[in-house]
C-alpha cells in the first residue's frame, strides 16, 4: 500500500508538472490543431481543464502497469478522480471569479493545483476499496477525451468556453 501511495502522489507531481506544460505546448508548436485537441489552445476555463485530464490520462496508463493493476476498481476511480478535480478547478475559479469580479493568475494556478490534490486524493483514498469495472473508466475517460477534441474544435458560445 505504501508504494501504490507514494505512485499516487508522484502521479499528483507529473500532473502540475505535464499540466504546465500543456499550457504552452499549442503555442511552441506554432498553433498545431493535432496538439490543440490534448493542449489548451486559449485561455478559456474549458480549455484548461485539458491541463489535468490529460497528464492524468497517461499517468493512470503508467500507473495501471506499475501498481494499479491489483485493484479491480483503479481504472474507475481514477477517472471520477479526474472529473473531480476538474470539477474543484471549475468551481473555485467561477467562485472566486464570481465573488472577487476578476482572475489572477496565482489564484488560477491554486485551483490547478488543487484540482490535481483532489484528484490524487480521491484515488488513493478509494481505489483500496473500488468494486468498479476498468471499462466504465476507460469509457468515461475516452468520452471527456472525445468532448475535449470536439470542442476545442467546435467550441459552443457558453461561459466556460469562452475567453474571461
Known amino acids: ?11 499528483f507531481l507529473w500532473s502540475i508538472v505535464f499540466g504546465t506544460v500543456l499550457h504552452f505546448l499549442y503555442g511552441w508548436t ?3 490543431r493535432v496538439v490543440g485537441l490534448y493542449a489548451a489552445i486559449n485561455e478559456s476555463p474549458w480549455e484548461h481543464l485539458k491541463l489535468l485530464f490529460f497528464p492524468v490520462l497517461v499517468y493512470t496508463v503508467w500507473e495501471y502497469i506499475w501498481v494499479g493493476h491489483r485493484w479491480k476498481g ?3 476511480t481514477r477517472a471520477e478522480g479526474a472529473l473531480l478535480g476538474m470539477l474543484t478547478i471549475t468551481a473555485l475559479f467561477y467562485t472566486y471569479t464570481g465573488i ?3 482572475h489572477w493568475l496565482w489564484a488560477d494556478i491554486l485551483t490547478f493545483v488543487l484540482g490535481a490534490a483532489v484528484t490524487a486524493f480521491w484515488t488513493w483514498k478509494h481505489t483500496p476499496h473500488a468494486k468498479g469495472g476498468s471499462w466504465l473508466g476507460i469509457l468515461l475517460f475516452a468520452g471527456v477525451a472525445v468532448c ?3 470542442f476545442s474544435l467546435f467550441p459552443p458560445t457558453v461561459g466556460i468556453f469562452t475567453v474571461p
Request: proline share 0%; with cysteine; aromatic share 18%.
Open 1 to 11: 500500500m505504501q508504494e501504490f501511495r507514494r505512485s499516487v502522489w508522484i502521479g
Open 30 to 32: 506554432g498553433e498545431n
Open 74 to 76: 483503479y481504472v474507475l
Open 100 to 102: 472577487c469580479g476578476r
Open 148 to 150: 475535449f477534441g470536439i
